[in-house]
């Protein structure tokens, strides 16, 4: 039976940030999901690196001030997939007086240093690019800054990394029993075909997101020291609204925050509701209700009107917030506790937090683990860039592989640049011609990126690649999930592997 120093349960964010941070420090770590990496919250949000500014309004400043220290070290370590954007925030007389919010932003602006990103100003929308597709009622605003996430790819980079210190990443494989035995837990996984293993930890993190209770209540029969109050969090995707690059925030007669920004390139993404769930955490859906509002709200500030049968695509997450009784969903926390139980084998649980402060959590949580398990090494997260991020400046690495490739499509190397940063030079291998990238299954999809997804990224099914790895079902038809079923079936029976690896030049 082999034994680990830390088992990590659940792949989301958290899980895959503790893996790496562990890892890191020389401990052997496995993480196990249930799912696919970032399966559910975590593939959820609405993909900001930010602060939080209205938390400013819940007298949260410890968590904005953190939030936001976190915001430049991740800009820094993955500027492939996480990259600055600047936020509109049109004002009208019903809201908070101007100086008000001048002052709001001045304390976002200078709460925590800023190296990469612009301060905040006040803008006229008669000369600003924004004012453009707004409501004649709207003539001055705020802009200021934040980030832009590719959200699970945030994820898979972290399982890679800690995959790349020596940690085993099993996803499809769920934690199904654990007992503590002397100084270590003994855990029962089950992969999706129903295979079993045992395996020994000297600890374990409880990291399962929306199950964190369920987990020690009903796997590991532990009572749970905190709550987690389940938020559910929709998103519709409709075709672009607006040209430019920037992005808007509105706030909202009901006081809540609706954003409307750029997404994939031919699109805008509107959301997020904040709703009160109760239902199963894997079967979150968006309802009709919540479409209606999203588009209601847009509607409050565009020009051009949205209505539900315009809405392309929409997806839905349950966030696990820690329960602070707040009145409403909108002003629960967005703080994390980290409960660590040491009578016997450790055992520590994460509840709550939020995508941006991913890295510190990860840091905080082995800090209290490490030194029970004989390391007291410290954490290296926040100088090390993650699997791609090794670049200078994001525009200078696309121009340096532009003329490396030139045979490439501008928009497809484009797409790889964003998606596998500097890791693109694995994917594309010794190829020289697209001919050498093997079969094009789908349109822009060649078995090259295909393969490297199953082999380096742990990708087993369609809507893995097409949701997850990336955003390819916005933009393909509606059969690509089943050509693409059909070509990972293939591929790991063996197909078309020893083609690929002769026409690229890959190792056998």
Known sequence: ?????????????????????????????????????????????????????????????????????????????????????????????????????????????????????????????????????????????????????????????????????????????????????????????????????????????NAAGPWVESLLKDTLGLPSPKSVRLVKGSHIVVKKLFDHPYAYIFQNPDKRIIFAIPYEQDFTLIGTTDIEYHGDPGQVAIDGDEIAYLCQMANRYFKGSISPADVVSTYSGVRPLLDDEAASAASVTRDYSLELDAQGAPMLSVFGGKITTFRKLAEEAVDRLAPLLGNNKPSGTAQEALPGGDMDSFERFLNVRRQRFPWMPAALLTRYARAYGTRLDTLIGSATGLDQMGREVLPGVYEAELSYLVDQEWATRAEDILWRRSKLKLHLPAHAQSVLDDWIAEYRGGGPRLLLEKAAGRAA
Not at 77 to 90: N, T
Not at 116 to 128: D, K, Q, R, Y
Not at 144 to 151: E, H, I
Request: proline content about 3%; hydrophobic content about 40%.
């Open 1 to 205: 039976m082999k034994l680990y120093d830390l088992l990590v349960i659940g792949g989301g964010i958290n899980g895959a940030g503790i893996a790496r941070d562990a890892a890191g420090r020389g401990l052997s770590v496995m993480l196990c999901e249930k799912d696919d990496l970032a399966s559910h919250t975590s593939s959820a949000s609405t993909k900001l690196i930010h602060g939080g500014l209205r938390y400013l309004e819940y007298y949260e400043f410890g968590l904005v001030r953190k939030a936001l220290q976190e915001r430049e070290v991740l800009l820094k370590a993955a500027p492939h997939i996480i990259w600055p954007l600047r936020f509109v925030m049109p004002h009208d007389k019903s809201q908070r007086p101007e100086w008000m919010i001048r002052c709001g932003l001045f304390l976002y602006d200078h709460l925590a240093r800023r190296e990469i990103l612009p301060g905040s100003e006040t803008v006229s929308f008669a000369s600003h690019p924004a004012g453009g597709p707004l409501k004649a009622d709207f003539r001055r605003g705020f802009v200021y800054s934040d980030g832009w996430v590719q959200d699970a790819r945030l994820v898979v980079l972290n399982a890679m990394s800690a995959a790349e210190h020596g940690a085993r990443i099993a996803t499809r494989t769920a934690c199904v029993a654990a007992r503590r035995d002397g100084e270590h837990w003994v855990c029962t996984l089950e992969k999706a075909g129903g295979e079993r293993e045992e395996v020994r930890a000297c600890a374990v993190v």
